[in-house]
Each structure stands twice: as structure tokens, then as C-alpha cells.
């Protein structure tokens, strides 16, 4: 079963517009860790923001916000103020547990980003 | 800077043709992983190490050979590369003990090409 779900692909957006990038995940451990990584065409992993299972509120960096609805196991990424350089692929990940595996994050599929002037 | 250097960044090799790509990272960190990157479907751990001489298998580990030999490296290994192993590699460290937010560093990533 996918432990990450990312449903959207492909994106656009017109800037200086919000987007929301959605993100299920799955598990029945109790402790868990949200990320979220952005991927430029350059192919780094840049990370943006986490949200801890255990966190009452929702995680912000500056233009980015966590949608943490832990009933509903979703964690989508808002993004405000579109500018032209969020134009990237942006990647949804959990860690389940303390130390599981290495730390091993669990990727979603993705979804490109695609800002339009 | 604190940072995980891989290099190449770019290697194309023939089939069978043993190569190593090295990972090496400054913040002494106790967990280091490599991950495999493919289209559709994100990036997937093929090994870890949560020490010196401590390593394991991750989900994808076929093909692939790793050594801890000291903290600070960690390179992978592909004794006789086939075409299916053609992905961008991900080296990846995160410190141990605790819980962390955002603690992890990402290499800048090697573009394989097996022909």
C-alpha cells in the first residue's frame, strides 16, 4: 500500500496566486514526521517545512504552510504569493517512528509546480 | 558549511561495468542513506547505515553494495550496473538520538545512465 499519496502530478498557478499541493500519507504508528522537499530543475532536494504528528499546530516558513488534518492523514502544503522560482517538483515524505530504518523517509510521487507570469 | 558532497554529479557507463559513487558528509552524523529517484515514483531508500559498520537494506537494495567504513562515507556500490539501475542517486544524512525536524541533508544528487 502507498505509505504517500500525491494525486496531482502536474500544477499550475498564476503568480502572486496561492496553491495548495496535496499529500495523504499511511500509518498506524502514533509518532511521525511530515516534510516536504522541493526539487528544482538543477535536481537538489531543498527542504521547506515539517510537521511533527504530535504538533497542535500547524507548521508555517514564511510562504509555506502544513494543512495538518491528522484524521484525515493529509498534510498538503500551501504555498502563498506564487513567484516564478517555485516553479519546481515538490515532494511530500514521512518518517515513521524514532530512528526506524536509518531514519528512512518515505517519498510520495511528486507533483510539478509550474508558475505562470 | 555542513553539507553531503557526492560525486559524480554525472556518470555515464556501459553494462557491467563496476562503479562507485562516493558520499561524504561534515556534520558527523550518525544516519546516512542512499536513495534512488525515478519518475512516478519519488525517491525510494535502497540502503542505510545508523553507524560505522552498521548497515542495512532499505526497499530497493537488488544490484547494490554499501560499506561504513568510516562515519563520514558512505559510498554505493553497483558491481556490474544494469540499464534498470539508469535513476538519479540521492545520498542523505540525519543526526540520531532524537526526534529532529528537518534534520536531514541531501547530497546534490548523481545522474546514472547505464547503456
Known amino acids: 500500500a502507498q505509505k504517500i499519496t500525491q494525486t496531482q502530478p502536474g500544477m499550475f498557478v498564476q503568480e502572486k496566486e496561492a496553491v495548495t499541493l496535496d499529500c495523504t500519507y499511511d500509518?498506524?504508528?502514533?509518532?511521525?514526521?511530515l516534510f516536504w522537499y522541493k526539487q528544482p530543475s538543477s535536481g537538489e532536494m531543498i527542504f521547506l517545512i515539517y510537521q511533527g504528528s504530535y504538533d497542535q499546530q500547524n507548521a508555517t516558513e514564511g510562504r509555506y504552510s502544513l494543512n495538518f488534518q491528522k484524521a484525515r492523514k493529509s498534510a498538503n502544503l500551501v504555498i502563498s504569493a506564487s513567484q516564478l522560482g517555485d516553479s519546481a517538483m515538490y515532494f511530500c515524505?514521512?518518517?515513521?517512528?524514532?530512528?526506524?530504518?536509518?531514519?528512512?523517509?518515505?517519498f510520495g510521487a511528486g507533483t510539478i509546480l509550474r508558475v505562470k507570469s | 558549511e555542513a553539507q553531503v558532497t557526492q560525486n559524480p554529479r554525472y556518470l555515464i557507463t556501459v553494462t557491467g561495468k563496476k562503479l562507485t559513487v562516493t558520499c561524504s558528509q561534515n556534520m558527523n552524523h550518525e544516519y546516512m542513506s542512499w536513495y534512488r529517484q525515478d519518475p512516478g515514483l519519488g525517491l525510494r531508500q535502497i540502503y542505510y547505515s545508523m553507524n560505522v559498520e552498521v548497515t542495512d537494506k532499505g526497499d530497493v537494495p537488488e544490484g547494490y553494495k554499501v560499506s561504513r567504513k568510516e562515519k563520514r562515507n558512505f559510498p554505493l556500490i553497483l558491481e556490474s550496473p544494469s540499464p534498470n539501475q539508469t535513476s538519479l542517486y540521492f545520498c542523505?544524512?540525519?543526526?540520531?538520538?532524537?526526534?529532529?525536524?528537518?534534520?536531514?541533508?541531501f547530497g546534490s544528487g548523481t545522474r546514472l545512465t547505464v547503456v
Open positions: 500509518t498506524s504508528d502514533p509518532s511521525y514526521g
Open positions: 542523505a544524512s540525519s543526526p540520531g538520538g532524537v526526534a529532529h525536524t528537518g534534520g536531514y541533508t
Open positions: 515524505a514521512m518518517r515513521e517512528g524514532f530512528e526506524e530504518y536509518g531514519n528512512k523517509l518515505v
